[in-house]
């Protein structure tokens, strides 16, 4: 299909090739339609998940006082809530809430859900077919010698923007693997400079993600005792992700927070590829059910999901294709092209999406930085951007039976320099209003 006849079949393509914020309800949102996994799906994730629970105990330390659980808080932002009503010349009536991934172990974001998890996933099949290991085992022996041994035989692959690399390489590398990770031109010198400190091989790229990913995918063929850990239609990773949804079911009971018809919850998620996002949508439709509504965010320059999802084409469009330049400055979400999965499972599953220019989401950094003493990432603050044109767009979900969760995806571990230019731009850009 042309450009031409992309727009005048679906308008808003026109405002996203102007690179005008917008808000895209889904029109298929909530219809019948068969997915590819299940519920039982999310819980063999959550068995595995609790079976390496011992092992993560003992080599991570710092998950030791969780017993190896890798769970992020829900908080309630009382005061952010009142600065963002002031800044955005708007009342929030429901309450709002961070969940903040930026705080998980390990990679300091959401990509500690999918990526740890993969690898969980290919140690435990590894060490399955060559040894005696059983299902009811202490998995902390996997954490000797003889494993070590065993896993060096074996390699993993991944492509990233930085921190899917992160939580892959450095528990790939943990466990013994032969780990390699190719890094996009957007990736943060620490990261790579952390990978390499933790025994991962750093292959640098001056391309786009897409490109990358390309490569590494060719690369990894070559050798059947590579794992590839393929962040554009990866199943475990997607899994990985959807396990949050049945911690955060208890998160709401523990804080008191409704789910039903006259209490609408909202989780607004950054998007990139659409890996992460997805997955914990998928999770919440099917753990917590049809009254909390997924919103994905992303970049006006780079709004890969929401055109791939708008135009139905899913993978088979970028954002190349409608002329846009696909830059940001938020990390983590300049993909140009969507994952196979994120469309094609979120077409009945998403409520819709919002995009939003640069300048907003540093604002929002440092709003949530003043009023809370919250460090996040700059793409991690995207869904302070989508509240306004949600509650706009949708007034019943202006209501003060409402909860709105901002899913903070990343950030705890960016370095202090990092932080503060961050933080002053934000400041600036407040400033100026
Ligand atoms: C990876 C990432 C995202 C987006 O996840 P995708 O799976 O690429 O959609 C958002 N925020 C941060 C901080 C990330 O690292």
């Known amino acids: ?14 405002d996203l090739m102007a690179e005008r914020p917008i808000f895209w309800r889904n029109p298929d949102y909530g219809q019948q339609a068969a997915l590819p996994f299940s519920k039982a799906d999310i819980f063999d994730a959550v068995a595995r998940w609790e079976r390496f629970a011992p092992y993560l105990a003992k080599t991570f ?17 009382d005061r952010m809530q009142a600065e963002w009503n002031r800044g955005y010349h708007q009342r929030l009536a429901g309450q709002l809430f961070l969940k903040a991934d930026s705080q998980l172990p390990i990679s300091g974001s959401i990509k500690s859900r999918g990526g740890i998890y993969e690898v969980l996933k290919f140690a435990e099949q590894v060490a399955m077919a060559h040894t005696d290991l059983t299902y009811m085992d ?5 954490a000797t010698d003889r494993y070590h041994q065993l896993f060096s035989n074996y390699g993993v692959v991944v492509a990233s923007t930085g921190n899917l690399a992160l939580s892959v390489g450095i528990v790939a590398a943990t466990f013994g693997f032969h780990t390699t990770v190719y890094m996009s031109h957007d990736a943060r010198q620490w990261k790579k400079d952390k990978l390499r400190a933790n025994g991962v091989q750093v292959k640098e790229f001056n391309t786009d993600f897409s490109h990358v990913i390309q490569r590494a995918r060719q ?16 199943t475990d990773l997607f899994l990985g992700y959807a396990v949050a949804a049945v911690r955060l079911q208890k998160q709401l009971k523990d804080q008191h927070i409704k789910v039903d018809r006259q209490h609408p919850v909202l989780v607004y ?14 999770g919440l439709k099917e753990i917590i059910g049809p009254y909390i509504h997924a919103v994905f965010c992303e970049p006006t320059h780079v709004p890969s999901v929401t055109l791939g999802m708008m135009t139905k084409l899913n993978n088979n469009i970028s954002v190349y294709d409608i002329g846009l330049d696909g830059l940001t400055a938020a990390d983590g979400l ?14 009945t599953l998403l409520f819709g999406s919002v995009t939003f220019q640069d300048a907003e989401i540093y604002q929002n950094v440092a709003r949530l930085a003043d009023t809370q003493h919250i460090t996040v990432e700059p793409s991690a603050a995207a869904g302070f951007t989508a509240i306004a044109p949600v509650i706009r767009n949708v007034p019943a979900f202006n209501t003060e039976k409402a909860t ?12 202090e320099s990092e932080r503060v230019a961050n933080y002053r731009r934000g400041e600036s850009l407040l400033e100026k209003e």
């Open 269 to 282: 998620l950054p998007a990139g590829v659409g890996g992460s996002p997805s997955g914990v949508t998928f």
């Open 1 to 14: 299909m042309d450009e031409m006849s992309l727009v005048t079949e679906y308008p808003q393509v026109k």
């Open 334 to 347: 300049a993909v140009g092209r969507p994952s196979r999965l994120a469309g094609k499972v979120m077409r």
């Open 219 to 234: 690369d990894a063929a070559a050798d059947p005792r590579i794992h590839f850990v393929d962040d554009e239609g990866s």
């Open 404 to 415: 709105h969760i901002v899913w903070a995806t990343g950030g705890q571990m960016m370095p």
């Open 138 to 142: 202490d998995y902390s022996v996997l």
């Open 61 to 77: 330390p710092e998950t030791a006082s969780m017993h190896g659980i890798i769970e992020s808080p829900l908080i309630r932002l």
